[in-house]
């Protein structure tokens, strides 16, 4: 397997000689791990031996106090004396790791508010980010509910209007979760969520829908419909707008 470590071969001895405080051999260290050794005591600077010595550390500072606090008081007075050379090092550091320094310090933030704040946060990043909410959500439920999965950020196409019911969005922090947020459905649920079998619909007409099968829709509505007419009778002159409220006032009919 590669390492991704490319160096020139020098043995301690030559490094040694040409004044060199690191070395490097090429093999495996007595933890596997491959990288630069010190000259002066041939200790192994690998991956595998920084990570145990930063555990060891942390380890150390838990249990002794006044360790901790030494550690502090050193790194303080280094920062002071070498003020220019650690803003160059912070700046070399930030640019390779700059996801990785932002999302540290977006977790600080983050517990250090309190519950409401939080909650606040959540949502105003949700809603700043639907198109990204919607996709990491719906590769979280395909995971909890074991089905395929391989969409990408593009194939969350976010239209202006409801395509079921044609009513605009509502979305964002004042409006909250309500029937015309938008959400992810899978057409055809057994699919799960692949390229072709998702719309972005209203959380009303998804809600509606669930994981009926378009069959199981039809026989519902045409239930309803015979239901609706047999039990509430109604004059042809009242128009289709009284049959349909009719209908609607037979939707709460628990149907478990």
């Known amino acids: 397997m590669s390492t991704g470590i490319i160096m020139d071969i020098i043995t301690r001895k030559e490094a040694k000689e040409k004044g060199l405080k690191r070395y490097f051999l090429g093999t495996k260290c007595t933890l596997g791990g491959i990288g630069e050794r010190l000259t002066s005591s041939s200790g192994c600077l690998c991956e595998i031996h920084k990570a145990k010595a930063a555990k060891y550390v ?7 106090p006044e360790y901790r606090q030494r550690r502090v008081d050193i790194v303080k007075k280094y920062r002071h004396d070498n003020k220019e050379q650690c803003v160059i090092s912070g700046k070399r ?10 999302n540290k310090r977006s977790r600080t933030w983050y517990n250090n508010k309190s519950e409401p704040e939080r909650l606040k946060y959540s949502k105003h990043k949700y809603y700043k ?20 999965f391989d969409l990408t950020l593009d194939d969350i196409i976010i239209p202006e209007v409801c395509p079921v019911f044609g009513q605009p969005f509502k979305w964002g922090i004042e409006f909250g979760k309500n029937d015309y947020s938008p959400s992810l459905d899978r057409i055809i649920p057994e699919k799960g969520y692949v390229k072709g079998n ?11 829908k669930s994981d009926a099968t378009l069959e199981q829709l039809k026989q519902i509505c045409t239930y309803y419909e015979s239901n609706t007419i047999s039990c509430c009778p109604i004059n042809a002159a009242s128009g289709s707008e009284n049959v349909a409220n009719a209908g609607v006032d037979l939707l709460p009919i628990d149907m478990s």
Do not use: H, M, P
């Open 129 to 148: 980010n639907l198109q990204r909410s919607l996709f990491n959500s719906a590769k979280q439920r395909a995971k909890r509910l074991k089905v395929l």
């Open 93 to 102: 550091f930030y640019d390779k790791e700059e996801q990785t320094v932002r």
């Open 58 to 64: 942390r380890d150390k500072c838990d249990r002794d």
């Open 198 to 208: 998702v719309v972005v619909i209203s959380w009303l007409a998804n809600r509606l």
